[in-house]
């Protein structure tokens, strides 16, 4: 529990992170993370499964990732966001990629081969149906097959993954 980058592993992280994980809840106001709540680096092979409940940038795995690389990722973690005067920022996965601070323009935050399963609720007077993954997508990253579950999170869309059911993510193929 905090006020700005809180995550459940690391609050702001500056390294690369590889296979890592937590399963804590997580609660904070601003940047706030199932594993990460600020990430500026690389993270791999990681994943988060406890709560994450936050104001503004608040994801499943990451709240606020700023340009970092994610690659074969996953969270369960329910996401919700208590207050703020837009559903904007909050995801399943990430709850904003790319920062607002800086260029728009700039390159980076590329995802790929990562999932996120948990509920996704804004707490506000609209409950947005295009939050199942990345919440808001600041720069140009590439997506690359990422998926959410469409009946967990209850979100139809999402910026950088496709929407599957519940049992098309459990189907082996």
Do not use: H, W
């Amino acid at each position: 529990t905090g006020t700005g980058s809180v995550g459940g592993l690391i609050g702001d992280n500056r390294t690369s992170v590889n296979n890592s994980y937590s399963t804590g809840d997580v609660k904070g106001s601003i940047e706030v993370g199932g594993l990460l709540g600020s990430n500026s680096d690389p993270v791999s092979q990681s994943y988060s499964t406890g709560s994450v409940t936050g104001d503004s940038k608040v994801g499943g795995l990451i709240g606020q990732n700023i340009y970092a690389a994610i690659e074969n990722c996953y969270t369960t973690s329910n996401v919700t966001r208590t207050s703020g005067a837009t559903a904007g920022t909050f995801g399943g996965f990430i709850g904003s990629n790319g920062n607002d601070r800086l260029s728009m323009t700039t390159p980076g935050g590329d995802i790929s081969y990562s999932y996120s399963t948990g509920d996704v609720v804004y707490d506000g007077t609209t409950d947005p149906t295009d939050k199942g993954f990345v919440g808001a997508s600041i720069s140009t990253p590439t997506y690359t097959a990422n998926f959410f579950d469409s009946d967990a999170s209850k979100q139809s869309m999402a910026a950088g993954a496709t929407g599957k059911t519940t049992s098309e993510l459990q189907k082996v193929e």
